[in-house]
């Protein structure tokens, strides 16, 4: 098995240097469905408190190069419905320097793999630009299909934009294939 270039761990107090850098980029929110709202470092200290905190709703960890540690992006699992045992993948890659590298899908590969083995969950789903076509295609190596369009539903750069709903269920392989299981 070929070994994953990063790692994923909890977030730490450490990391809030580069947080709240990577909250005060509007170049990386251009890419994000959230609006771009600068932080002060207060806010970003009280914020990254509260993702570091056990909840039951989500997870939050930083996505790691394997060779080096740095801390290159986050990743999380927000929505968690334990009763329909679904989750919704957030991700993004901070600087424009570690993206392009693989980091991404492994770190969804790796999430996807922690929350069908480890969670229990039968679906995972995510929200992206219509016109991210690099995250598009990393989410499909995934195995996530796209499910549906929003159209109009981000402001971004002054218009509005589409979005799409990408989905991936327990049953598929990262390949987009059933295991054969059935519902």
Same mark, same amino acid.
């Given at each position: 098995?070929?070994?994953?270039?990063?790692?994923?761990? #909890?977030?730490?107090?450490?990391? =809030?240097?580069?947080?709240?850098?990577?909250? !005060?980029?509007?170049?990386?929110?251009?890419?994000?469905?959230? /609006?771009?709202?600068? +932080?002060?470092? #207060?806010?970003?200290?009280?914020?990254?408190?509260?993702?570091?905190?056990?909840?039951?709703?989500?997870?939050?960890? /930083?996505?790691? /190069?394997?060779?080096?540690?740095?801390?290159?992006?986050?990743?999380?699992?927000? !929505? =968690?419905?334990?009763?329909?045992?679904?989750?919704?993948?957030?991700?993004?890659?901070?600087?424009?320097?570690?993206?392009?590298?693989?980091?991404?899908?492994?770190? +969804?590969?790796?999430?996807?793999?922690?929350?069908?083995?480890? =969670?229990?969950?039968?679906?995972?789903?995510?929200?992206?630009?219509?016109?991210?076509? #690099?995250?598009?295609?990393?989410?499909?190596?995934?195995?996530? +299909? +796209?499910?549906?369009?929003?159209?109009?539903?981000?402001?971004?750069?002054?218009?509005?934009?589409?979005?799409?709903?990408?989905?991936?269920?327990?049953?598929?392989?990262?390949?987009?294939?059933?295991?054969?299981?059935?519902?």
């Amino acid at each position: 098995m070929k070994k994953e270039p990063v790692f994923l761990r #909890a977030l730490a107090m450490g990391d =809030l240097n580069r947080t709240l850098k990577w909250h !005060n980029d509007p170049a990386l929110y251009a890419t994000l469905g959230g /609006a771009f709202r600068p +932080v002060s470092r #207060a806010v970003e200290r009280e914020w990254l408190r509260r993702k570091r905190a056990f909840t039951s709703g989500e997870i939050n960890l /930083a996505i790691c /190069a394997a060779k080096t540690g740095l801390h290159v992006g986050n990743i999380y699992l927000r !929505n =968690l419905d334990w009763v329909a045992r679904r989750g919704e993948v957030h991700i993004f890659i901070g600087d424009r320097k570690h993206r392009r590298k693989g980091y991404g899908q492994s770190a +969804v590969r790796q999430l996807a793999e922690q929350a069908f083995r480890t =969670l229990g969950l039968q679906r995972l789903y995510l929200l992206v630009l219509a016109d991210n076509a #690099a995250a598009i295609k990393t989410y499909e190596k995934c195995g996530f +299909v +796209v499910e549906g369009r929003l159209r109009r539903h981000a402001f971004k750069g002054g218009r509005f934009k589409d979005m799409l709903a990408m989905g991936r269920c327990a049953t598929e392989t990262a390949a987009g294939r059933s295991r054969g299981e059935t519902e």
